[in-house]
């Protein structure tokens, strides 16, 4: 309420106050302090918001530099993307070629590990599995259920690109991926593999607890890079066989 015995600097004061409880998106908090004087004059206070900017209305900026912040990247989340970017135009400039033959066969790997994964959940009986060096695979069982165990090839590749980039995210996290993939590695060596799958899951292991060890006791962050290339890798692997197999070639029957 404005009374008739305010002085002006206290009508200028709750007109303003007035404005930007009108005008500004945010909220005000107002607390009234009323003081003994000879005019028994009350007195408003008013306590913004943390980090509230009363100018940045006034600059047109509906929001200012508040608002930058709140919808943009911030260091480790920018990282990622231009790191995830990186990686893919990696992938893409060098799938065909032989530097990057060591990752199309453990891409290969999870493929029949995704098959062994499907017969184990459907009660069936792994026998053999075994990758090729040219970049073929084959996974032996008995029984399970064949409409789950076939696609899971497909659908497993593509999980497991997925988990190794969200769980790349973080130290933890991408440790617990590695430590995974490392277990993987060794436990499907107890399944008839042939030598060249040896080399290739005991390469990868070893790989693979070299950079968690520099990851724990050398240097920090290495391991979420690498956990990251692995999923960029692997999904765009799973992309292209879904592609290449399922629909560029047709069998006739199938």
């Given amino acids: 309420v404005l009374k008739s015995n305010l002085p002006n600097h206290g009508i200028r004061r709750c007109s303003t106050l007035l404005h930007y409880c009108l005008i500004l998106p945010g909220p005000i908090r107002a607390r009234s302090v009323v003081r003994p004087t000879s005019s028994t004059v009350a007195n408003y206070v008013v306590s913004p918001i943390p980090d509230f900017h009363p100018m940045a209305d006034d600059e047109g900026g509906g929001g200012g530099g508040q608002a930058e912040e709140d919808f943009c990247c911030n260091d480790s989340q ?31 790997f999870l493929h029949e590990l995704s098959h062994a994964i499907a017969t184990w959940i459907t009660c069936g009986d792994v026998r053999k599995i075994r990758v090729f060096e040219n970049e073929g695979g084959v996974t032996e069982y008995i029984g399970g259920c064949r409409i789950i165990i076939i696609p899971a090839g497909y659908i497993g590749c593509s999980f497991f690109g997925m988990v190794f980039t969200v769980m790349s995210g973080g130290r933890k996290t991408a440790t617990g991926a590695a430590a995974a993939f490392v277990a993987a590695l060794l436990i499907s060596l107890c399944y008839s593999p042939n030598r060249t799958m040896v080399f290739l899951n005991l390469g990868y292991a070893t790989v693979t607890l070299a950079f968690i060890f520099i990851e724990w006791y050398a240097f920090t962050p290495v391991l979420s890079y690498v956990i990251l ?8 692997y799973s992309i292209h066989d879904i592609w290449a197999g399922l629909v560029k070639r047709t069998v006739i029957g199938s």
């Fill in 78 to 108: 920018s990282a990622f993307l231009v790191l995830f970017t990186i990686y893919l135009v990696v992938c893409f400039l060098t799938w065909r070629s032989d530097l990057a033959k060591p990752m199309r066969m453990i891409a290969v």
């Fill in 229 to 236: 290339l692995f999923g960029v890798f692997i999904g765009t």
